[in-house]
């Protein structure tokens, strides 16, 4: 079953002479799947997220979630963006921000407060949903983001570089909690990130752009087991091979590599 | 958008205001009476200009701003700084302050005319009465603005009080100062004109008044569009002195 | 509070007025009777009739041009504040009107209608608190925090409901800037405004006091008057306070940071 199709997305910003960011984007998400992002700064990838997230329009190209064309922000897709802090409203409380996406699904309040409750537990901040968001600490925020993304029930998750403004004992914190969340709530994720560790420990598969005008470099599978642990995965031999695999590729794609012709 | 676009659309727009004010009166949408065509009114305004009087009235206005400005200035800052370096002073006065503050400065009108009448010693007081507390207002935020790390370190080297106002407290509270004046000059203008307006002090504000209730109806918006352009000049003057001292102020402060 | 600050904050106006008492108690100048004078004048001066035709009237016509100023100015101001172009056509045009010293308009409003009934004041009253609001409210809403606006976006928000939760919240400490200057200037014109033609109101009794030289009698309406700014301005900060407390909070944390 796939959940997002994207079939050669091209983006060209204007301007004088366009600048053409991405040429063609061609990938699949299979339901349940949790596919990572990399590439070299400035490859695009937060274009690629807010094009599939349709915050931007595409200057070429498809992108179907569930058999659906995308040409707006569709229903059944959330987005956890990088900066918690302006993305979460800083007038209402943790609680009221959870809510707020399920207000606008036009949901019951007993059902509201039930899957606000059922979020808030999964990211163990039940006991903040008084509070507000700048009372919190940053990763904490985040925290608050995924949790109100995970109450809206989407059918695809897409996060942009969230974990990019944390600092790195969070970060770790954090990218448990995302596999955990996924593996129990089934939901399929797209993850961008600038961190190649980042993504080899986190993904499924892992999609390498090269740099502007971008495509995929290539789509490298992550041969490794379901279950994941900080320390002994990333210890582990087959993690290296992955991760040095995707490092190299990222060095060429800063070179201006191009991914060999099929 | 481009700053090209941005001052064209601006532009644009002023020239629809002054087409809109050139064409309801003449296509009777309004009356003429009441609003006269744009045309008549820069007419009015030329001969005001080629007259004496305008320019005596223009300068009297000038004065009596610049006049309670610095006098509010100049007691803003010197009442703000100390009252803002000596906790104690800060303490007491806070709620005489806050209480003072508010009191509309058009209260006091009748006071005035009853001791200085249309003397320009009349608009002096309400001039200064309300520029004075935007001045004191923001030297006070500016004083307790100063790092307190950088004043326990003047202090530990025993500079003298002096010495730690010019060289700690004035370079942190200036900004402030700026912020303070340009607040300062915009209400200075108002009040002159409305004194001059209401009780007939010398100057754009009484010409204005007398246009009116003598019929001159183009006269009057002439005037009108006049005192405007000085609040434009005054705004945009002050506004422009405030973001290059603020500019001074955050890069010697990242300095630091 | 503790007795302290109580003490602090009474003290010095205690003192002041005292100081006014005790100067002014042998006075035999015109313009500065006694205050005890003052003090007497006051229950006989302001009776139930004054209150009820002069006091409120004024009041009355304040809340009303106040009121139209802040829901015109928020529209116009949202309007204005989310569309760039709109911006860049209106900005000149409405720096040049707000550089009219409000009190100007007074004559100008006076051609149109004569300046003696209710409506001309409250038109005074309601165009010059009406600019403060306006362009406070542009600017909030220009400034905006995009990723805001794209949460909102990404979350499908109606517009309606991005307007009232995510727009004019995100705006409000602006506005609420922009409100309060309003109000002062509102209070100014109300007084004005009925300096320039009365019938009947606060101003328009302190003049008629002056005017016949009943000089306890004015300075019991200028303090009346001062008195109600201060109350006004009060209860603007009480409102203020609560609903912006979200505001607050947050410029403490990032100044903690």
């Given amino acids: 079953m796939i959940a997002l199709d994207v079939a050669g997305l091209a983006k060209t910003y204007p301007g004088p002479g366009g600048v053409e960011a991405v040429r063609d984007l061609t990938f699949q998400v299979g339901r349940g799947e949790l596919v990572c992002v990399v590439g070299p700064s400035g490859a695009g990838k937060t274009t690629l997220l807010r094009c599939v997230a349709g915050l931007l329009d595409l200057s070429g190209g498809r992108i179907s979630l569930d058999g659906t064309p995308v040409t707006g922000p569709p229903a059944g897709m959330a987005v956890v963006f990088q900066e918690y802090g302006r993305s979460l409203f800083p007038w209402l409380t943790v609680r009221k921000n959870v809510e707020l996406p399920l207000k606008e699904k036009g949901l019951a309040k007993a059902a509201r407060t039930a899957k606000v409750d059922a979020a808030l537990e999964s990211v163990g901040l039940l006991e903040s949903a008084g509070a507000h968001p700048w009372q919190l600490s940053g990763g904490m925020q985040q925290r608050v983001a995924i949790a109100r993304a995970v109450a809206y029930e989407p059918s695809v998750l897409l996060m942009d570089e969230p974990f990019a403004a944390v600092d790195a004992q969070t970060r770790a914190d954090l990218e448990d909690l995302v596999r955990e969340l996924w593996q129990r709530l089934a939901v399929t994720i797209l993850f961008v990130t600038h961190d190649i560790d980042e993504s080899v420990y986190l993904g499924q598969r892992v999609l390498v752009l090269s740099n502007r005008p971008t495509v995929i470099l290539e789509d490298v599978p992550v041969d490794l087991p379901e279950h994941r642990d900080q320390l002994a995965t990333r210890s582990s031999p087959e993690f290296a091979r992955i991760r040095t695999h995707v490092y190299e590729l990222v060095q060429l794609a800063k070179k201006g590599g191009r991914p060999d012709p099929e | 958008m481009t700053r090209t676009r941005t001052a064209a659309l601006g532009l644009l727009g002023l020239a629809l205001l002054v087409a809109g004010t050139e064409a309801l009166p003449r296509l009777n949408v309004v009356d003429r009476r009441f609003l006269p065509p744009f045309s008549s009114m820069t007419v009015a305004l030329a001969r005001q200009l080629r007259g004496a009087e305008f320019w005596t009235a223009l300068a009297e206005t000038l004065r009596g701003w610049a006049l309670g400005l610095a006098v509010a200035m100049a007691a803003g800052i010197a009442v703000g700084v100390v009252i803002g370096s000596v906790p104690f002073l800060r303490a007491v006065t806070a709620s005489t302050i806050e209480f003072l503050r508010p009191i509309p400065s058009v209260a006091l009108i009748p006071l005035v005319v009853l001791i200085y009448g249309s003397r320009p010693q009349s608009a002096l007081v309400l001039v200064v009465y309300a520029a004075f507390w935007q001045v004191l207002v923001q030297v006070l935020y500016g004083v307790a603005d100063v790092d307190p790390v950088v004043r326990d370190t003047a202090r530990s080297y025993r500079f003298s009080r002096r010495t730690i106002v010019r060289t700690v407290v004035w370079p942190t509270a200036m900004p402030y100062v700026v912020t303070g004046f340009r607040l300062a000059a915009s209400v200075a203008l108002i009040l002159e004109v409305t004194a001059e307006l209401i009780i007939g002090v010398p100057g754009l504000g009484r010409s204005i008044g007398v246009a009116q209730s003598s019929g001159a109806v183009p006269q009057t918006y002439a005037l009108v569009l006049v005192v405007g352009l000085i609040g434009v000049a005054v705004n945009v003057a002050t506004r422009s002195v405030e973001r290059r001292a603020l500019r001074w102020h955050i890069s010697v402060r990242r300095d630091l | ?257």
């Avoid at chain 3, 409120?56 to 928020?74: E, I, N």
């Avoid at chain 3, 517009?159 to 209070?187: D, E, F, K, N, Y």
């Avoid at chain 3, 008629?208 to 009060?234: C, H, K, Y």
Wanted: hydrophobic letters at 50%; a positive charge.
């Fill in chain 3, 1 to 257: 509070m503790t007795p302290r600050r109580v003490l602090a904050a009474l003290g010095l106006p205690v003192v002041l007025i005292a100081l006014w008492w005790l100067v002014s108690a042998s006075s035999t100048s015109f313009f500065w009777p006694p205050l005890s004078t003052i003090v007497r004048a006051f229950p006989q001066t302001w009776t139930a009739d004054p209150i009820l035709h002069d006091v409120l009237p004024s009041l009355a016509r304040l809340t009303t041009g106040y009121l139209v100023a802040l829901v015109a100015g928020v529209a116009a101001g949202t309007a204005i504040g989310s569309s760039p172009t709109l911006r860049a056509l209106c900005e000149p045009a409405l720096e040049f009107l707000r550089a009219i010293p409000p009190p100007v308009l007074i004559p100008v409003i006076a051609l149109f209608a004569g300046y003696t009934g209710a409506t001309s004041k409250v038109v005074t009253i309601a165009l010059g608190c009406l600019w403060p609001i306006l362009l406070n409210t542009v600017e909030g809403v220009r400034s905006l925090d995009e990723v805001l606006r794209d949460t909102a976006r990404s979350y499908r928000l109606g517009r309606v409901a991005t307007l009232r939760q995510v727009v004019l919240r995100g705006a409000s400490p602006r506005i609420a800037t922009g409100a309060r200057q309003a109000l002062s200037i509102g209070v100014i014109l109300m007084v004005i405004s009925e300096l320039f033609g009365a019938d009947r109101g606060l101003g328009a009794a302190i003049v008629q006091f002056q005017r016949g030289f009943a000089i306890p009698q004015m300075w019991t309406g200028i303090i009346l008057l001062g008195l109600l700014g201060v109350a006004l301005s009060g209860l603007f900060r009480l409102v203020e306070h609560r609903s912006l407390a979200w505001y607050r909070g947050l410029r403490q944390s990032e100044r903690g940071m």
